[in-house]
């Protein structure tokens, strides 16, 4: 097992080496340390003088790859990549462009990023289950039917709607939670039910329909029909055998996405104002704080390895057959 | 079940009062001050802050020797630290003193002596921490306390001491220090004496060190400090703007012991910079600094106190404004800044009550504010009932398009390209811009000079007769007609090249991408097909913008100005040839170069107000109408709403102080919000009962599906 | 008139070649009608396919651009307007040209906001002015506008049902017979009601209300429809030789060039999804900006654009089907007839082409299915991160981000929102149906089902 995840752990690297190389290259292709500079600095009174100086300061007045001028070691570590790329395997993130550290931003924005996310997933897994459960119980039936048309009506419908309708109506013309906004500790929970209820709503579409394919599945099984032919009721059926196995493949693909939970929503941050992960990253796009976006792409790399690795070590929990070589 | 009902418990116990409040119930019914910041606040350093978003800021706790009077316009410089408002006094190349009515080409430098009021203590800071044998704490930094800090009330030490001469002075050399980058800190090379050699020394002395470098022990030529509580600067040549200088963060005190303290190794690594805990002699001082979510300013239990002014402008005391005067000010306890990065939640929290003012965006204009009867603006009823007041200013800014003079088109001093230029100028229709984009919030731009300014002329006489006829007491845009008539003589008669046939397509150069900017670059599209112009818009991200207005390959481009101090020169110097972006990397971003206009800006930019300043602003507008480098835009009108539990606010562009003057009712915005916030349940209720209703046919069926397999 | 040809153009009509080359191809092998027969067979399939059709007729009339030849000039020789216009652009007729102050509701007669209007005896009044077009031509709007509306709307239903007719005596022929003629006529029906209800009402009001400057929105969302087809469309298009091309010559030759896709696959997969295209498109913009050459006009920018992120949403998509197809390839591989195609020294090409293609196309045909409901939905999302098609170009994503302010006005500006909202479901909404249908039908899987 030790050795498995040692292996693992080793076929990983190749991988965030990939993903360090690519990013370095796209970010340095697009924006120069000189765009960078005069982004940062403002637009009044810009000299070119100023731009050197803050690439002085940030590091970036070194070579990319090759450093000719240093001697030994030097010629390699006294380097861009070296210093900006190379040192993210060690989680030293740095400065951010305008100064602040990000590891350190990382870990204080995690958290709400987690309070949202990590609801989120759990009780739109539950939501889901339930609602898949409930048209399978009532297969054939116009039930199930105008259920499934509901799915994909719920489905078709864009993520910003749901946002920008329950910010509408329960924020502003009910006035049931802030508009925007966060507090750490306990108050959170004032902040992060709407934005819980909409991604929960948001997601039941294809959730839900991707559960019931699973369980449609394992429905046609033939140990099913012989269960259903032995006189089990229809709910002792459903609940027993085909949710008990549904859920493996549910579960070990619920392991695969849960590292990056970390990383928060995007969208669902942003508009609600809340300090996570997801709005840092939106507003470093806005920004161009090219550090920032390069430390959350790598971090993003190294949770969906973990994701990777967790999920390879699920399947031999759930299923003793499976073996790890 | 049970676990549910606890924490629906804990739930709505933790949420007494309006189920909205973004705040923390503690906070009821203290004197807070509540607002929002759209952007994270990078630089409050007073030797690097220059944008918008940080003055809230360090206006509260920077204190430069002046201020701008609060209530008085037009805009008045009154002492802050200072005992008076310095005068300068003029030397020739000798040494020699002038009397105050020299000419300027006699003048080789003037000199400004400050004196500060004794018995000015700084804030509370751990650089000033001292243990009983008067060594420094936190200097060096011991590593253990280090490892704790992350902010800079988490220091269990703090000290404080009085303010001396020697602080400004040693700020002063801040601003000439290369590692910090100043922003003015070329400008002042121009004008302080051995500014630039100091730069140079500290270059030299400081290129190879990354820690601390004791300004103290470098001499500034111009700047000394003459004893305790005075000192002089000396400027080259004569400089009337100098003064205004003297009121901004830029010149405030910055004591020696927080540029050790922050320039420790390792500080930085854990965000403890000056540019994130700035230290002052102000009402206010920062106690929270979390940019992704809060800034929290208290006061500052040094502050000496300071009387509310005393008089004010003609009506201010109707107002009420001056019911406080001679109260010791600040009366507000804490400011919270909360970030708000979008516009629809900050106007709803302020109708809610959670902010206690608000700017206005163009599209919640119709609902605050309607024209009133004398043409006016007055507030909606559903605003009057709310109790929410109004104040408007016109800002001392310029919107403006501009062309850029080094293009083979749009650009040429020639009569052909100037015609071009002009009927463009013609065919935009700022006053129906102003209508859509900013619901009327704006005046159109007659010339570079914003109003409030001296040179600034009303009325017929201040009209741009380029653009603009006088009928009937107003200023009427010329027909569309003219332009084409303009256009045709610059050689493109419909919009063709009259050699060709060939159609002009001219482009638009632009960085913005925001969800408004569709609209206006449509409209902007449609502008120039009034002359049959095709328009292409060019837009890119802001990083190739700036190295297009650098390079100077674009063409028709927006710009705005913001004015530094009351004063024309900060306007006209855009248009200055040897402040050209192309090259010479200014803020004359059009590329302009008049040789007449650059005689005249050297003579103006010594001069006192006066007729004769007058006369020479007066020609220079003139020349620039006529040339039309720029299409002039529109002059900003700032509307503010607040609530009537806000006392004391007048409007005022130039002080950025303003938050000891306010005070706060509370009681009355408890009372308010709780009217104001009553949550709607019927609607949820009305959701659930929906689905509920449509899961019963999956009851009715299930029910019926029982009935089968038990019959 | 001189065409133009733009880029996505060029792309759209090589897509719709390739479908009629596909059609004709199926029409050929029986075995590969059985799985299209029994999606013949399907209401809703059928019905949604009618849906997808129209936004594709919407889509490729938009795709027929041209320049207007200019009256002869001073200086001789032909010049054409610099403005380039689309067949969907005149048979709009007068939307794009009737353009409006500012806001105005759907079907209203007055402007949204009011205007400080100068009255004859030199008093100032603020009242609601007229349309300069939406319901112009009536006398006294207040009382005529209800009757007027109702009148047009009687002419549209049948004028549409007059089409309608038309139309199925021409297809008749063709469907009247298959199981699938019903669904297909009542579809035929409600879109030509629908039709004629817009083309009968658009010139004389703004039936969807007009926009922050005035215009059209009914014109902006029907120009929006191209948008979204093209991102779902073109996408998948761009992808398919490379997912295809990788995915299956990793499953059949396995070994290095399996590892070396798998590596591939999983390092692009690794990095998250928006920040890989965020930075691929400020790439594409710095390459946009350095060339002017490749584009003259305006709109051939912001089709360059288009293009260029067409490519990128195709190059960070293309994993998963590669994945899948990897995977069928490998089972495939083992068949005996394969084995045995291999055993006689068969050339791996033929092999490939004969064998392994056609027994994965309804992978990549249920994947093509799958992925374009979500492009389109993406297109939304992108553009709110800033990093979707060009400002300037009507999309879905581009209304919703600047209709989104407008839901803070009070009374609240809906109208723009609502238009985006119902077109765009209505096209991923038939996407979907239709998508659901295709995987029913063609993934073996899915057939066992009970």
Redesign the interface.
């Known amino acids: 097992m030790i050795a498995y995840l040692i292996r693992r752990l080793l076929y990983a690297l190749p991988i965030l080496i990939g993903v360090n190389v690519l990013t370095f290259a796209l970010f340095f292709l697009v924006n120069t340390p000189d765009d960078m500079a005069r982004l940062h600095l403002g637009v009044k009174r810009v000299t070119a003088d100023a731009v050197a100086k803050w690439k002085t300061e940030r590091g970036y007045d070194k070579p990319l790859f090759v450093n000719a001028g240093a001697t030994g070691l030097g010629k390699v570590t006294e380097t861009i990549f070296f210093d900006k790329s190379l040192a993210m395997f060690a989680f030293r993130f740095g400065a951010s462009d305008d100064g602040r550290d990000i590891a350190h931003e990382i870990k204080t924005r995690m958290w709400p990023s987690l309070a949202i996310a990590l609801p989120t997933f759990v009780i739109g897994l539950m939501v889901d289950i339930s609602v898949a459960l409930i048209l399978i119980f009532f297969r054939r039936s116009y039930v199930e039917w105008s259920g499934v048309v509901l799915l994909v009506a719920l489905m078709s419908v864009s993520g910003l709607f749901y946002i920008i309708g329950g910010q509408f109506l329960f924020a502003k013309v009910w006035q049931l939670a802030p508009i925007s906004g966060y507090q750490p500790g306990f108050n959170a929970s004032r902040f992060v039910w709407l934005p819980i209820l909409i991604g929960v709503v948001g997601g039941v579409g294809a959730g839900a329909r991707w559960y019931r394919t699973l369980f449609l599945e394992e429905a046609g099984k033939d140990y099913v029909r012989t269960a259903r032919a032995k006189g089990l009721s229809e709910a002792a059926v459903l609940f027993r055998h085909i949710l008990k196995n549904g859920m493996v493949p549910i579960l070990t693909g619920a392991v695969a996405v849960f590292p990056l939970l970390f990383m928060g929503s995007l969208i669902l941050e942003s508009f609600f104002g809340i300090p996570g992960l997801g709005s840092y990253t939106i507003d470093a796009i806005g920004s161009q704080d090219f550090a920032i976006v390069r430390a959350i792409v790598f971090l993003g790399a190294a949770l969906y390895i973990v994701g990777l690795i967790l999920t390879d070590i699920s399947y031999t929990l759930v299923d003793p057959r499976v073996r790890l070589s | 079940m049970r676990p549910v009902l606890f924490f629906l418990a804990l739930f709505l116990s933790a949420c007494s009062g309006p189920v909205n409040n973004p705040y923390p119930a503690t906070e009821r019914g203290q004197s807070i001050f509540y607002s929002a910041f759209t952007e994270r606040p990078k630089h409050l350093d007073p030797a690097r802050s220059y944008s918008a978003n940080e003055t809230p800021f360090t206006g509260q706790i920077y204190e430069p020797p002046l201020q701008y009077h609060y209530l008085k316009r037009p805009y008045q410089l009154v002492p802050l630290t200072a005992l008076a408002v310095p005068k300068a006094r003029y030397f020739d190349s000798a040494g020699h003193e002038l009397p105050p009515a020299a000419p300027a080409s006699a003048i080789a430098a003037s000199v400004y002596e400050i004196h500060i009021r004794p018995g000015i203590r700084f804030q509370s800071h751990p650089a000033f921490a001292r243990s009983g044998l008067g060594q420094p704490i936190y200097i060096p930094m011991p590593a253990a306390v280090l490892a704790k800090a992350r902010a800079i009330p988490d220091f269990p030490e703090q000290g404080s001491r009085e303010l001396t001469a020697a602080d400004y002075v040693y700020q002063i050399k801040r601003l000439a220090s290369p590692r910090l980058q100043s922003p003015i800190a070329g400008l002042m090379a121009n004008y302080i004496l051995g500014f630039d050699k100091l730069s140079e020394t500290l270059a030299l002395a400081g290129a190879k060190r990354r820690d601390w470098l004791d300004l103290r022990r470098f001499p500034l030529a111009g700047v000394e400090a003459v004893d305790r509580y005075t000192y002089r600067i000396k400027v080259k040549g004569k400089y009337p703007q100098f003064v205004y200088w003297l009121a901004m963060p830029f010149f405030a005190p910055l004591p020696w012991e927080a540029d050790a303290f922050y320039n420790q190794p390792g500080m930085a690594e854990r965000n403890l910079t000056l540019d994130g805990w700035p230290v002052g002699t102000g009402p206010y001082m920062l106690t929270v600094n979390e940019p992704n979510r809060q800034m929290r300013l208290e006061r500052n239990p040094n502050f000496r106190g300071e009387p509310y002014p005393g008089e004010g402008d003609h009506g201010d005391a109707a107002d009420g404004l001056l019911n406080d005067a001679g109260r010791s000010m600040p009366f507000v306890d804490a400011a919270v800044y909360s970030l708000e990065t979008e516009t629809i939640p900050y106007w709803n929290k302020f109708l809610q009550g959670y902010y206690d003012a608000s700017g206005l965006g163009s599209d919640n204009f119709d609902q605050a504010v309607r024209t009133g009867a004398g043409g006016g603006v007055e507030l909606t009823p559903e605003m009057t009932r709310k109790g929410i007041r109004l104040g408007t200013s016109v800002a001392a800014s310029s919107f403006y398009m501009g062309f850029n003079m080094l293009d083979g088109i749009v650009g040429g001093l020639d009569e052909q390209h100037r015609k071009l230029r002009q009927a463009i100028a013609i065919a935009i229709d700022e006053e129906e811009y102003i209508a859509i984009f900013a619901n009327g919030r704006g005046i159109p731009a007659q010339g570079p000079l914003p109003p409030g300014l001296f040179g600034y002329r009303e009325g017929r006489l201040g009209i741009n007769p380029v653009v603009y006829d006088w009928q009937g007491g107003k200023a009427l845009r010329k027909p569309i007609e003219a332009a084409r008539r303009l256009l045709a003589e610059a050689g493109y008669p419909d919009g063709r090249a009259a050699m060709t046939g060939r159609p002009l397509v001219l482009n638009f150069d632009t960085a913005s991408r925001g969800p408004d900017d569709k609209a206006r670059l449509d409209w902007l599209r449609k502008q120039f097909h009034k002359l049959n112009i095709e328009l292409v818009i060019r837009s890119t991200d802001y990083n190739r913008f700036q190295d297009k207005m650098r390079d100077g390959t674009e063409q028709i481009f927006e710009w705005g100005w913001n004015a530094d101090y009351p004063d024309p020169e900060n306007f006209l110097f855009l248009l200055y040839g040897p402040n050209k972006k192309v090259g010479a990397g200014g803020e004359n971003a059009a590329n302009y170069q008049n040789p007449e206009f650059d005689r005249l800006f050297i003579q103006m930019k010594d001069m006192d107000n006066g007729p004769e300043r007058q006369v020479a602003i007066d020609s220079m507008v003139g020349i620039v109408r006529d040339d039309a480098p720029w299409a002039f835009g529109f002059h900003p009108r700032n509307y503010g709403l607040r609530h009537r539990w806000l006392k004391n606010v007048k409007p005022n562009l130039m002080a950025n102080n303003e938050l000891k003057y306010l005070r706060i009712d509370a009681a009355a915005r408890d009372a308010a919000r709780a009217g104001w916030n009553r949550p709607d349940w019927l609607g949820p209720a009305l959701v659930l009962a929906l689905v509920a209703l449509a899961l019963l046919p999956a009851w009715f069926a299930y029910s019926r599906k029982q009935e089968a397999s038990g019959r | 008139m001189r065409p133009v040809l733009l880029w996505t153009d060029g792309l759209i009509w090589l897509l719709v070649a390739g479908l009629i080359a596909f059609v004709w191809l199926v029409r050929r092998h029986e075995h590969l009608r059985v799985p299209w027969r029994k999606l013949a067979s399907d209401p809703v399939a059928v019905a949604a396919a009618v849906v997808l059709l129209f936004f594709t007729a919407i889509a490729v009339s938009d795709s027929i651009h041209f320049r207007l030849a200019?009256p002869?000039?001073?200086?001789?020789?032909t010049?054409?307007?610099?403005?380039v216009r689309s067949v969907l652009d005149v048979l709009s007729g007068p939307l794009a040209k009737q353009?409006e102050?500012?806001y105005s509701a759907p079907f209203a007669c007055r402007l949204f906001?009011?205007?400080?209007v100068t009255l004859a005896d030199g008093r100032?009044v603020?009242i609601y002015p007229r349309l300069r077009y939406g319901g112009a031509h009536l006398d006294d709007p207040e009382r005529q506008r209800t009757g007027d509306i109702m009148v047009r709307v009687g002419y549209g239903l049948v004028g549409g049902a007059l089409a309608w007719l038309a139309l199925w005596l021409g297809l008749r022929p063709w469907f009247g017979r298959a199981a699938s003629g019903p669904t297909i006529r009542n579809t035929l029906l409600v879109l030509c009601l629908f039709s004629g209800f817009l083309v009968a009402l658009g010139p004389y009001y703004h039936v969807l209300g007009t926009?922050?400057?005035g215009?059209d929105v009914l014109y902006a969302t029907l120009k929006s429809v191209r948008t979204g087809v093209l991102i779902g469309a073109l996408t998948t298009l761009v992808t398919l030789p490379l997912s295809i091309g990788l995915g299956v010559s990793a499953g059949y030759f396995g070994g290095r060039v399996d590892d070396a896709v798998q590596?591939l696959y999983?390092?692009l997969?690794?990095?998250?999804g928006?920040?890989?295209i965020?930075?691929?498109v400020?790439?594409m913009?710095?390459q946009?900006?350095s060339h002017p050459g490749w584009f003259e006009?305006?709109t051939e920018?912001a089709d360059l654009r288009l293009l260029f992120l067409c490519l990128i949403l195709g190059m960070t998509s293309w994993t998963g089907l590669a994945r899948l197809l990897r995977g069928e390839t490998l089972k495939v591989r083992e068949l005996d007839y394969v084995m045995a195609a291999r055993a006689f020294g068969v050339s791996d090409i033929r092999i490939l082409l004969r064998h392994i293609l056609p027994n994965v196309q309804h992978i990549v045909l249920i994947s093509v299915a799958m992925d374009f409901?979500g492009l389109v939905?993406a297109e939304?999302?992108l553009s709110?991160?800033?990093?979707g098609v060009?400002?300037?170009m009507p999309s879905?994503g581009?209304m919703?981000?600047?209709a989104?302010?407008?839901?803070?006005?009070?009374p609240a500006v809906w109208w723009q929102?609502a238009s985006a909202?119902a077109f765009?479901?209505a096209l991923?909404?038939a996407?979907?149906?239709f998508a659901?249908s295709v995987q029913d039908a063609m993934d073996p899987?899915?057939r066992?089902?009970?």
């Open positions: 200019l002869a000039g001073a200086g001789g020789g010049h054409y307007s610099p403005e353009q102050k500012s906001t009011r205007e400080t100032q603020r926009d922050k400057v215009q590596y999983t390092t997969n690794a990095i998250p928006v920040l890989l965020a930075a691929a400020l790439i913009q710095t946009l900006e006009t305006g920018r409901s939905l939304a999302v709110y991160v800033g990093v060009d400002p300037t879905f581009n919703i981000n600047g989104r302010l407008e839901l803070a006005r009070e929102l909202f765009m479901f991923v909404l996407a979907n149906l659901d899987r899915s066992r089902r009970a």
